[in-house]
T-cell receptor, first 116, second 109 residues
Framework: NAGVTQTPKFQVLKTGQSMTLQCAQD?????MYWYRQDPGMGLRLIYY???????DKGEVPNGYNVSRLNKREFSLRLESAAPSQTSVYFC???????????????FGPGTRLTVL | QKEVEQNSGPLSVPEGAIASLNCTYS??????FFWYRQYSGKSPELIMF????GDKEDGRFTAQLNKASQYVSLLIRDSQPSDSATYLC?????????FGKGNQVVVIP
């Protein structure tokens, strides 16, 4: 099992360019999440999907869109990248639907994005 | 008040000593509490979770939860150089995890 995979590992964009970060999990998990991690800010939730076909905003959704393509895949799109979106992006998945008592999340390796 | 607060680090401990990390949270309705370890340049990995008041032990790690005082702590016994990492406290509430900023631990051989 690969667990949670993310592509690409690194990306450099110019301001205004668009891109999609891909995430896939092979653990048959119901819930998937996108976070960003910035120095001094900790992990912040961008969007999550409690189950296939549903998505919800997290703490910092502005400038992003997501698609839960199927149970395995959850993509994050930046339509018009800005320097403030320079960050490390982590995808995570968990077995329980959001709201269950235990909700252990497993993280992918991350994507380091720089917007110039 | 931030949702999840971890006291600022870094924490330096000699090899073999006990490292103690604390975390406080603001939402009294929080149900589950997690400790993740993150090595530099890597993704967070789960150490343990706890959801009942009291202590929970897993190997050299002990999590302690006090819901009345709204804090959760992590003890690392017999600290090893491989324990040098950033430790993230996470609290489950409102269908999502809220993370603290993390505490860096440096184990000195």
């Amino acid at each position: 099992n690969a667990g949670v995979t993310q592509t690409p590992k690194f990306q450099v964009l110019k301001t205004g360019q668009s891109m999609t970060l891909q995430c896939a999990q092979d653990m048959n998990h119901n819930s998937m999440y996108w976070y960003r991690q910035d120095p001094g800010m900790g992990l912040r939730l961008i969007y999550y999907s409690a189950s296939e076909g549903t998505t919800d905003k997290g703490e910092v959704p502005n400038g992003y869109n997501v698609s839960r393509l199927n149970k395995r895949e959850f993509s994050l799109r930046l339509e018009s990248a800005a320097p403030s979106q320079t960050s490390v992006y982590f995808c995570a998945s968990s077995e329980a639907p959001a709201g269950e008592h235990t909700d252990t999340q497993y993280f992918g390796p991350g994507t380091r994005l720089t917007v110039l | 008040q931030k949702e999840v607060e971890q006291n600022s680090g870094p924490l330096s401990v000699p090899e073999g000593a006990i490292a103690s990390l604390n975390c406080t949270y603001s939402d009294r309705g929080s149900q589950s509490f997690f400790w993740y370890r993150q090595y530099s340049g890597k993704s967070p990995e789960l150490i343990m979770f706890i959801y009942s008041n009291g202590d929970k032990e897993d190997g050299r790690f002990t999590a302690q939860l006090n819901k009345a005082s709204q804090y959760v702590s992590l003890l690392i016994r017999d600290s090893q150089p491989s324990d040098s990492a950033t430790y993230l406290c996470a609290v489950k509430g409102n269908n999502r995890l809220a993370f603290g900023k993390g505490n860096q631990v440096v184990v000195i051989p």
